[in-house]
């Protein structure tokens, strides 16, 4: 397509193999005269490794341009892949060797007659496996028997194993360390440098043109060596990129900005590959979220009381947490609540003695199973008189005692509810606050059997918290131990 406008006689970068292109850096030189030497000498088995694209298959093919057919016999196997079995049918079908037997001694005892026979007529018989790092091992193992096939002077078949540095790695396996020693030849092409790299190109120019004819710019060759690391095969596909797109703009010589255009190119082919793996990782990663979140939820639900109501932090550990650690929480729920658009919770009643008095009624349900319905204080007080519970001895400010001290003064202190009075009534008498406001956030309490502290706050606050144990201690200076209180025992909570 673009021979004409470059004035080019073939297409100078194509990828496949063509000897008519053989570049021989000293590495190449190196491989080609170890094939030839091998052959020639018969040395049995020669090793011959190279990254992809440097030109292997190249030299082998250059080789077997110039060989004598009526002299040697070629089996060239290009799927390495095979059974031993399987490669010994293949050897024979490709000699035109008649089978007797499917068994593996047999096939290598007919391959054996056959050779002698090749050898008699100084005809050489040579097996070439390309790609031979995807044989396996077992393959590979069994191969070194038709190193056995010898003279006393010379192998009757010659064998290039041609493979990627996989290859070297693989005959470093224990299992094939006898295959290893058996190897005349061992030979490697390496990667260009960047001198060869530019003689390379110049050289695949020149086979292609019938003059001098200066078809890239020096910056633009320095590009291609650049990204091209000393592969043949990749400096070849940047190449005839750069012409195909340097023909669509009828420009010429191909500067630096054609060649950076197919750079980017084949960077944006790369790109959309890594980023459908991107995609893939993203999803991964968002269900591991989505099930850490799933799994945070069962947890804090777990947490909830029987009626929906959420325990107080660290009441699963029969202890309320440290002070820090409390109020970190309580602040992170004061800024939830006060935050824009936050839903305002309404004012929740406080329970006494099993009544829930003021506000609206937590869902709160009581021992005997039932919720508990909000009542006036009145009520309360007619119900603490019905279940015979006096009220507590309240002194005032002024030393007066009030009505409760009173009512406890006319019985005498010897009748049934005096004695009752007094067996509630443990230790000082409870001192009232100088301020109204003070007295009504308090609430006498009588414990009962199984009450705690911590139950009784959780009951009026749906919480605990260390400064309301505080507050407890302080209000009740008579309780040594708020993890110990008395069954009957009179106490103030805040």
Known sequence: MYREFFKLKKSPFHITPDPDFLFLSPSHKEASGSIFYGIERRKGFIAVTGEVGVGKTTILRSYLEGIDSEKIRIIYIFNAALSFNKLLKQICSELGVRMVGEDPE???????????????????????????????????????????????????????????????????????RQLKQRIAIRSRIESLTAEESLAYIHHRLMRASSFHNPVFTGRALKLIIEHGHGIPRTMNILCDNALVTAYGYQRKPVDHRIVQEVLEDF??????????????????????????????????????????????????????????????????????????????????????HGVAVGGKPKSTVG?????????????????????????????????????????????????????????????????????????????????KEGDSVSKLLMGIHGSVSPDMLESFKELNPRVEDINRISVGEQILLP
């Open 106 to 176: 047999e096939l290598i005892v007919t391959l054996f007659h056959y050779l002698i026979e090749e050898y008699k007529k100084d005809r050489n018989v040579v097996l070439i496996i390309d790609e031979a790092q995807n044989m396996s091992v077992e393959t590979l193992e069994r191969l070194r028997m038709l190193s056995n096939l010898e003279t006393s002077q010379d192998k009757l078949i010659q064998i290039i194993l041609v493979g990627q540095p996989e290859f070297e790695a693989k005959l470093e396996l224990p299992e094939l």
């Open 267 to 352: 960077r944006a082919g790369q790109t959309r590959n890594g980023f459908a793996w991107t995609i893939f990782w993203l999803l991964v990663l968002a269900g591991g979220l989505g099930a850490a979140f799933l799994v945070s939820m069962s947890v804090t639900s777990s947490r909830l009381n029987p009626a929906g109501g959420r325990q107080s932090p660290g009441a699963s550990l029969g202890r309320p947490l440290p002070q820090p650690v409390q109020e970190v929480i309580t602040k992170s729920a004061k800024t939830k609540a006060n935050a824009p658009g936050a839903k305002k919770e309404e004012p929740v009643a406080r329970v006494e």
């Open 367 to 447: 021992a005997d199973g039932v919720k508990p319905p909000a009542a006036t204080r009145d009520e309360v007080t007619k119900r603490r008189a019905e279940a015979g519970v006096k009220p507590a001895v309240i002194t005032s400010s002024t030393g007066q005692a009030g009505p409760a001290a009173q009512t406890a003064g006319a019985s005498g202190g010897n009748g049934p509810a005096s004695k009752k009075a007094s067996r509630m009534s443990v230790g000082p008498p409870v001192q009232a606050p100088a301020n109204p406001s003070e007295a009504d956030s308090r609430h006498p309490v009588v414990v």
